[in-house]
């Protein structure tokens, strides 16, 4: 790996370990007091028509937020190993699902500045997918 490579990819790389970070530690939190946040969303959802889908909600934005953040450390070896970033990029659609799905659940609730804090992570998912899609390249 060329250290010019690296450098090109500097803010791709930085923005893949936030999301690394981000999710990881968001996730694990919700395996680790799974009951807590189980509690704290069955409230939050009370009124709502997704209060009783909560447990199952739960489950599955943390298996998304696992797999996000676990992908995009992979994503930065994979980088290191093989140049490409095209992982970072796939990582970032994966984070933008999750964060649009965690949006969702605060719009409904009308947490809206909890739907509020979400924004800044939507748009840097947005922008690891413009600055890594294999697509847009020739």
Request: glycine share 10%; no cysteine; hydrophobic share 55%.
């Amino acid at each position: 790996m060329e250290l010019e490579q690296i450098g090109r990819n500097l803010p791709a790389l930085f923005g893949a370990i936030l999301v690394s970070i981000l999710f990881i530690q968001s996730g694990l939190d919700k395996v680790f007091d799974r009951e807590g946040n189980l509690g704290w969303l069955k409230g939050h959802f009370s009124k709502t028509f997704l209060g009783g889908m909560v447990p199952l909600l739960l489950g599955t934005i943390t298996v998304m937020e696992i797999a996000t953040g676990f992908l995009s450390a992979a994503a930065i070896i994979y980088f290191l190993i093989s140049g490409s970033v095209k992982l970072i990029f796939y990582t970032s659609v994966l984070g933008a699902i999750s964060i649009l799905a965690l949006f969702f659940g605060q719009r409904i609730a009308k947490d809206y500045p909890g739907a509020a804090v979400l924004v800044p992570y939507f748009i840097l998912m947005l922008i690891l997918m413009f600055l890594t899609n294999p697509f847009l390249k020739p």
